[in-house]
């Protein structure tokens, strides 16, 4: 699968070299390298990425979830026209109409969402998730979840992907920073949960009680491990009880298990919710919403308005949470999210259905092999796991699989056209077709037949 794949791709390789010279690693994004070297793209259309040698990818990785209409849909590109041609700028520096659109809309989706803000991505809507936890709750610790991920700032980049043997035990997991840099601090202060175990996690959960301002689940973990229904609902009443804010990051998973999200399918509601990716169709968006008197919160009002000069002697900026961003509610990327939802308000089901075939597709397919493994996830993402486990419900069972063979698989899938990051997720689109499940389904065969 290795040679091949270097086979056909000798210009990403050469414009590899090249970028090493100007980007650390040769990409802009950690993430986005993988080795030997990362394909580079050139096109998309629909489903399909098109790499600088001219060859023809299905496209599953979807920038990460992103482009759940796929690349270039018509609608997102006529509304971002529309909307570029009309006003005549791309950015106003100021209130707009789309502003309120865009967030009528969300909240009619997301009815826990009671206000809301936007910003650029989802790593800046949970940061003022928690601020906002803070804030309120006048606490200053917060607990995330062991393999959990909401981004690249010190408070949550810790435990997202630890090493087992540094990590404490399963039910009671130690905070293992993420990254160099991270501040010790929060390596130190942030607490650790261990996903689907209720009674550890209310153990940890009732010993800070008095420090936490906020749980921080991604309700499925990954966007592919689901909480289970009596984890969620357990966790929904002991956190009310404890006085601990419900932060659901559903940057991932919005619009993938439906439109309502992770909280409509688990009918349980957060005080305050992050959505991003899917929401914005491609363009970078986040959004931070929930209860009205947490959000409410960040509201400027006349008296805690700190460039009034004339009151600035009564005022202090903290009367208020702070806020902001040259580029919040971009009315483009507003224009491209609602055309986004509108379009999935048809055809949602399309994308599900797809999701569907082309998960048991795969699962018989391994089946059929005597290859233990399992597709995971609801809705419209979903991973691949080859392990002979029974069931897969947090971090440390994930860590039981048997990546090596998946690696393997992922390289033969790249040469024959189907492309995600190796060990990466699937995601599907509205432009994902029959034609292309099938033809995936048979690279699928032809691989499997090759490794097993
Ligand atoms: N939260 C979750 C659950 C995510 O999946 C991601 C992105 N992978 C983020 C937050 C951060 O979003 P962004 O990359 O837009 O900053």
């Known amino acids: 699968g290795l040679r091949r794949f270097m086979e056909k791709t000798p210009r990403s390789l050469e414009l590899y070299k090249k970028t090493l010279d100007v980007m650390p690693g040769g990409a802009t994004a950690n993430i986005k390298f993988f080795s030997p070297y990362p394909i580079a793209m050139e096109k998309g259309r629909g489903s399909y990425l098109y790499d600088i040698d001219g060859n023809e990818y299905i496209d599953y990785l979807l920038s990460y979830g992103a482009l759940i209409l796929g690349h270039g849909h018509p609608d997102i590109i006529e509304a971002v026209h529309v909307q570029l041609e009309e006003s005549g700028t791309y950015l106003f520096g100021a209130p707009h109409r789309l502003e309120m659109e865009m967030g009528e809309k969300v909240k009619q989706l997301y009815p826990s969402m009671e206000r809301l803000r936007y910003t650029n991505s989802g790593t800046e809507a949970t940061l003022l998730a928690i ?10 610790k917060i607990a995330k979840f062991e393999g959990h991920y909401h981004g690249g700032y010190d408070q949550v980049l810790v435990s997202v992907n630890p090493p087992v043997h540094e990590a404490g035990s399963e039910r009671h997991p130690h905070p293992v920073a993420e ?11 942030t607490i650790i949960l261990p996903f689907n175990d209720l009674d550890a996690t209310y153990d940890i959960l009732k010993k800070n009680q008095h420090d936490l301002a906020a749980v921080i689940i991604e309700p499925v973990q990954g966007g592919f491990i689901p909480a289970t229904q009596s984890f969620m609902d357990g966790l929904k009443k002991m956190t009310e009880e404890m006085g601990i804010l419900l932060i659901f990051d559903e940057v991932k998973t919005c619009f993938r298990m439906g439109l309502g999200g992770a909280q409509a399918y688990y009918q349980i509601t957060p005080d305050l919710t992050t959505l991003g990716k899917a929401v914005g169709g491609g363009y970078p968006i986040g959004i931070t919403g929930g209860r009205r008197d947490i959000m409410e919160l960040s509201a400027p009002t006349a008296s805690a308005d700190v460039f009034d000069v004339s009151k600035s002697r009564h005022s202090s ?3 208020v949470l702070f806020h902001s961003g040259t580029y919040n509610g971009h009315p483009a990327i507003l224009a491209a999210g609602l055309a986004t939802i509108q379009v999935l308000e048809r055809e949602i089901w399309h994308i599900q259905d797809m999701a569907a075939k082309l998960k048991a597709g795969i699962a018989k397919l391994f089946s059929e092999r005597g290859v233990g493994m399992q597709v995971l996830g609801l809705g419209s993402i979903f991973n691949i796991i080859i392990t002979e486990q029974e069931s897969i419900s947090n971090y440390r069972d994930l860590q039981k699989a048997d990546f090596a063979l998946r690696r393997e698989l992922d390289f033969l899938l790249l040469a024959e056209g189907i492309y995600t990051k190796p060990l990466n997720r699937y995601s599907i689109s509205a432009a994902h077709g029959e034609k292309e499940i099938s033809r995936t389904l048979e690279a699928f065969e032809g691989a499997l037949g090759k490794l097993c």
């Not at 601020?131 to 200053?140: P, V």
């Not at 990254?179 to 929060?186: E, F, I, Q």
């Open 131 to 140: 601020r906002l936890a803070y804030a309120y709750t006048g606490k200053n």
């Open 317 to 319: 900026a903290k009367d």
């Open 179 to 189: 990254s160099k840099g991270v501040d010790p601090y929060h390596e130190k202060h």
